[in-house]
């Protein structure tokens, strides 16, 4: 039976797909339940959810903005940017909050974690350090309606921001190791937490055309690459990071919602509101079209070798599994269904609204759009089968702690050794990491 957390608990870990629940969080149980088989335990870190933007805030083009704010622009780009409004008009902003974003990311090398705290600020706790007491929070007056955050693969130590007008690139300094810092650049400076030697400096801001919302980020496996989008332009955007030179790429009229690159690089997924989704290769940079008729893409992640996308669909229990067919760069896939019976009779939802995929294969979390009140916030564990075909094994529901708490972001570890390791961002204020341990680790 699928481990249900009663009505007050909170989910502290799985063990061996028992979802473990409390009355309430703390180190101590956290210790007694996993630390002593992972040598660590995961405390939850506070946050304000008030700081971050509401559910219902004013389209952009709305908002005045100071004249000192505002370039000069020419007649001529004043008449582009006039038809390009018509042509491509800007995203309902309460659509904006039900698609996937990357609000949470951790280190591809240590067991440090960096989330979206704020309207305008990120936040990066560090769990190897026992003497940060305190996370540290990254904010720039160039870094505005931050909507994204990710880490850079290959490095570990910079932190891409998605916000208002392009991406902040932050960089770890250290004595001795101090990054360039691109000319022209505010200096902004955030000190690492005390007992810490160290800080955080912005070194590059990335300007997206036109002062565009960047909606989406995604990061190249090898980290030379960053792909970003925005929800008000059907372009996206391929950055040679070490240049700061961007290369603009569109398809179709719709704008884009989410983008995942493949573990091995070669393919990259562009999802857009229309419920069109692109399928690119990264050698030509050529594309497959796809359509769905049940909604945009509201998630999506890659099997561990790039070879398998597993979707969600705004308007749908079902999820849907591309199985690429041929190696790189062929384009040549199908679309199989991957159904989740208890989605839509056990919670009745409408649909999925946010998907997470451990890099190891073996869990799948995601969360849902309404429910009957008893799964209401809850977020659902799938023990996952890839062969022959993807199949999923309902495993239990992770409650998050306060009352009507709900998921607004969560991602998977991809690099933890000892099982799926997951960080979910709780309405309620807290930022909670449950380690999903089991028998193959």
């Given at each position: 039976m699928p481990?249900?957390?009663?009505?007050?608990?909170?989910?502290?870990?799985?063990?061996?797909?028992?979802l473990?629940?409390?009355?309430?969080?703390?180190?101590?149980?956290?210790?007694?339940?996993?630390?002593?088989v992972l040598g660590m335990v995961f405390s939850p870190i506070p946050f304000q959810p008030d700081a971050l933007p509401p559910i219902r805030e004013p389209p952009a083009a709305e908002q005045p903005e100071s004249s000192e704010n505002v370039p000069t622009a020419s007649v001529t780009s004043t008449i582009s940017e006039f038809f390009k409004r018509m042509i491509f008009p800007p995203q309902d902003p309460n659509l904006l909050h039900e698609f996937d974003t990357q609000k949470v990311s951790w280190n591809p090398h240590k067991h440090c974690l960096a989330f979206v705290s704020g309207k305008n600020q990120v936040t990066v706790h560090d769990f190897e350090d026992s003497d940060a007491k305190e996370p540290c929070i990254l904010t720039s007056d160039h870094q505005i309606n931050v909507k994204a955050v990710e880490w850079r693969p290959n490095s570990g130590k910079m932190i891409a921001v998605a916000c208002k007008g392009g991406i902040c690139l932050w960089s770890?300094?250290?004595?001795?190791?101090?990054?360039?810092?691109?000319?022209?650049?505010?200096?902004?400076?955030s000190a690492f937490p005390r007992g810490s030697v160290g800080q955080w400096i912005l070194v590059d801001v990335l300007r997206s055309s036109c002062a565009e919302q960047v909606s989406a980020l995604c990061w190249k496996p090898d980290g030379r690459y960053l792909a970003s989008a925005?929800?008000?332009?059907?372009?996206?955007?391929?950055?040679?990071?070490?240049?700061?030179?961007?290369?603009?790429?569109?398809?179709?009229?719709?704008?884009i919602s989410l983008m995942r690159w493949s573990p091995s690089g070669d393919y990259l997924l562009a999802a857009k509101f229309d419920g069109t989704f692109h399928f690119w290769e990264t050698n030509t940079w050529t594309s497959e079209l796809w359509s769905s008729s049940n909604g945009y893409v509201s998630g999506a992640n890659w099997d561990p070798e790039g070879r398998v996308a597993l979707l969600s669909f705004s308007n749908s229990t079902t999820l849907g599994s591309v199985h690429f067919s041929s190696k790189p760069p062929s384009l040549e896939a199908?679309?199989?269904?991957?159904?989740?019976?208890?989605?839509?009779?056990?919670?009745?939802?409408?649909?999925?609204?946010?998907?997470?995929?451990d890099a190891s294969g073996e869990r799948l979390a995601l969360s849902f759009k309404d429910g009957n009140e008893m799964y209401h916030g809850l977020v659902a564990v799938y023990d996952v089968r890839r062969s022959p075909l993807v199949s999923l094994s309902l495993v239990g529901f992770i409650r998050g702690p306060g009352e009507g708490a709900k998921p607004l972001a969560f991602a998977f570890h991809n690099k933890f050794k000892q099982g799926p390791l997951l960080s979910?961002?709780?309405?309620?204020?807290?930022?909670?990491?449950?380690?999903?341990?089991?028998?193959s680790h």
């Open positions: 481990s249900f957390p009663p009505p007050g608990a909170v989910t502290l870990c799985e063990i061996n797909r028992n473990v629940a409390v009355d309430a969080l703390s180190d101590d149980r956290a210790k007694e339940a996993y630390g002593d770890a300094s250290y004595p001795g190791n101090v990054p360039f810092m691109k000319a022209g650049v505010t200096p902004s400076f925005s929800s008000d332009s059907p372009s996206f955007t391929i950055w040679d990071v070490s240049q700061g030179l961007g290369t603009p790429i569109r398809r179709g009229l719709s704008n199908h679309l199989l269904p991957v159904e989740l019976p208890e989605i839509a009779s056990l919670i009745v939802s409408r649909g999925i609204e946010k998907l997470a995929w979910v961002c709780w309405s309620s204020g807290w930022c909670c990491t449950y380690p999903l341990i089991l028998r």
